[in-house]
């Protein structure tokens, strides 16, 4: 596509449920990042992949997160058991390749917990 | 002490004035440096990238890297209101070029 996609645009969710997000990169784009931008506050980093592989999984916050990438193309972020503080916009970007850091950003998921 | 350090702002220049806008990072093996912009409601964009010192100019846009002394810069010269948004300031690292560290952001306001 012309662009990185994502959705949902916006979910509310109730506390203790489950949520798929879901990201579709550049074609072409061999890497695939995920970050989290709560009101106000910059990026965090979450996990990247590199093909279907994720060589950090370092910045996920926590055992309820977990991130597939399938095909080389579509990736999908879940979260377990959703938390207050899980709220946030979660944005997916990709890169041509895995080393040029020049990202291209999709325009985010909305996560609202009640 | 975090990764990547930018002033938050707000940062209030005249229409047509000379924006500065700094960060400075603290990873001496940083390779990689890059200046994305971030409207209200909306996603980041890049808009510039550096990789070796000195200054790099593309159109009113010039970034400027001093890996010495850790510290990047953006400048906007003839701001214009369009370029009001929040402007953020992304560390590549050696050891893992697959994450990009961002710092928070400094929001920059043009007045007309």
């Known amino acids: 596509g012309a662009g990185v996609s994502q959705s949902p645009s916006n979910k509310v969710t109730e506390k203790g449920k489950d949520v798929e997000l879901r990201c579709d990169p550049i074609?072409?784009?061999?890497?695939l990042y995920w970050y989290r931008q709560s009101l106000g506050q910059g990026l965090e980093f979450l996990i990247y992949?590199?093909?279907?592989?994720?060589?950090?999984k370092s910045g996920l916050p926590s055992d309820r997160f977990s991130a597939e990438r399938t095909g080389g193309s579509v990736s999908t972020l879940t979260i377990q058991r959703t938390q207050q503080e899980d709220s946030a916009v979660y944005l997916c970007?990709?890169?041509?390749?895995?080393?040029?850091?020049?990202?291209?950003f999709g325009e985010g998921s909305r996560l609202t917990v009640l | 002490q975090k990764e990547v350090e930018q002033n938050s702002g707000p940062l209030s220049v005249p229409e047509g004035a000379i924006a500065s806008l700094n960060c400075t990072y603290s990873?001496?093996?940083?390779?990689?440096f890059f200046w994305y912009r971030q409207y209200s409601g909306k996603s980041p964009e890049l808009i510039m990238s550096i990789y070796s010192n000195g200054d790099k100019e593309d159109g009113r846009f010039t970034a400027q890297l001093n890996k010495a002394s850790q510290y990047v810069s953006l400048l906007i010269r003839d701001s214009q209101p369009s370029d009001s948004a929040t402007y953020l300031c992304a560390v590549n690292y050696n050891t893992n070029a697959g994450k990009s560290t961002f710092g928070d952001g400094t929001t920059l306001t043009v007045k007309p």
């Open positions: 990873d001496r093996v940083s390779q990689s």
């Open positions: 970007a990709s890169s041509l390749i895995i080393n040029t850091g020049e990202l291209f």
């Open positions: 992949f590199q093909g279907n592989s994720a060589p950090d």
């Open positions: 074609s072409g784009h061999t890497a």
